[in-house]
């Protein structure tokens, strides 16, 4: 089978669209598909060592539209698999009219979307008319899946659910010292070191995991709080009030802060850690890149509830613990009890395995196969 995958970012830019792509791309060529990815002009002009990346879009408007149809002409897929949404696509409508040109030119279209429910209203009805145009259209969660299967009520047999997995990648055995990376942030070999992971921005919920960190400080003077990830340009403000906070805390020795690092660096900060709190203001979901990197990763997780049910294999205090969003006495003492128990965080880390297994890249790589055969 011949693919190719279409999505406006792709590593080394910034997206985790873009990550996921590449992992996707990259476990699909694993099972014999012959994998083309079309994406956005990018200076560092990377190639890839198993798929054929074709850098040619400068801007998803009518021109860029007319360059991917003359990429896929000379690809000739069997598939063409659009992602939605991706941070360079901008809001052109061309990208709303594609997969109903590509089924009148007659190829077959699976598209992604992975943010469905919680795009704005416009969005969302862009999103719905490529769904209505596409041949197949893959969702990441339950709620996206069942809003789906509810509008497109004629063809609910071509909405599928296939779960995201971690983009981040565990090193390879002793490729690392992880005393040497706890060193970095001050930690002792000993102490509790407590991570975030994600993109740094006001849903986060950072300003209150800062705030619980200064109650477990105050009782357990050696922990650290290691903040994996960067702020936007449009973020400029919120980092000076959450560093702000942070001096005004006293913590400023107690919290570091990575800024921007490679997946690789990513990783190891994350072997590095005991523990990994998120807490969203809105709630755990399996859209949630950043839960799935910890798990992958054998770190206990401390999260939100829900505002939806999680799958069956999430179970609350056996290999993840929820916390009432925003309730920060709550939050600190969950870290607290992780933080004092290493008994427990063996447990959960032992629990962990199963449930990384449910989420993991073969097994999406197999299931989206199954769907570009059934078109």
């Given at each position: ?17 873009g ?10 060529a ?49 598939v ?31 598209l992604?979307?992975h ?29 996206d ?15 599928h ?40 921005h006001p849903?986060?919920g ?56 490679t ?9 590095a850690?005991?523990?990994c ?28 509830s ?26 600190a ?19 962990l ?6 989420f993991a890249?073969?097994e ?12």
């Amino acid at each position: 089978m011949r693919l190719c995958l279409v999505t406006g970012a792709f590593p080394p830019q910034r997206c985790g669209i873009g990550d996921y792509t590449e992992c996707l791309g990259r476990h699909l060529a694993g099972m014999g598909v012959e994998v083309h990815v079309v994406t956005s002009v990018h200076r560092s002009g990377e190639g890839h060592a198993t798929l054929k990346l074709h850098r040619i879009i400068r801007r998803w408007n009518f021109i860029g539209a007319m360059r991917l149809l003359l990429a896929l002409r000379k690809i000739k897929p069997d598939v063409v698999h659009l992602q939605f949404p991706s941070v360079r696509y901008g809001r052109v409508a061309s990208l709303s009219l594609m997969p109903g040109i590509l089924r009148a030119l007659r190829y077959k279209v699976v598209l992604t979307l992975h943010e469905y429910t919680i795009a704005q209203r416009l969005n969302r009805a862009r999103q719905l008319a490529m769904a209505t145009a596409a041949t197949e259209v893959i969702t990441t969660n339950l709620q996206d899946c069942t809003a789906l299967r509810r509008r497109l009520f004629w063809k609910p047999g071509r909405i599928h659910r296939i779960n995201i997995a971690s983009n981040i990648e565990v090193p390879p055995a002793g490729s690392f010292d992880r005393n040497t990376r706890r060193g970095l942030i001050g930690a002792q070999a000993d102490s509790s070191v407590i991570c975030f992971f994600g993109n740094l921005h006001p849903g986060k919920g950072l300003d209150d995991l800062v705030e619980a960190f200064g109650i477990v400080n105050s009782e357990i003077p050696d922990t650290r709080l290691l903040i994996i990830g960067t702020f936007s340009p449009a973020d400029t403000l919120y980092s000076c009030m959450l560093r702000r906070k942070i001096v005004e805390a006293g913590l400023l020795d107690k919290i570091h802060i990575t800024g921007f690092v490679t997946r690789r660096q990513v990783s190891e900060f994350l072997l590095a850690s005991d523990i990994c709190v998120l807490p969203f203001p809105d709630g755990l979901s399996v859209r949630r890149g950043s839960f799935f990197a910890a798990v992958h990763h054998g770190l206990p997780v401390i999260t939100t509830s829900p505002q939806f049910p999680l799958p069956e294999s999430m179970i609350d205090g056996e290999n993840i613990v929820l916390v009432t969003p925003r309730n920060i006495q709550q939050l600190a003492e969950s870290i607290q009890t992780l933080a004092r128990s290493p008994e427990i965080r063996s447990r959960m880390k032992q629990n962990l395995v199963v449930l990384d297994r449910r989420f993991a890249w073969p097994e999406i790589a197999r299931r989206t196969l199954e769907v570009y055969n059934s078109t």
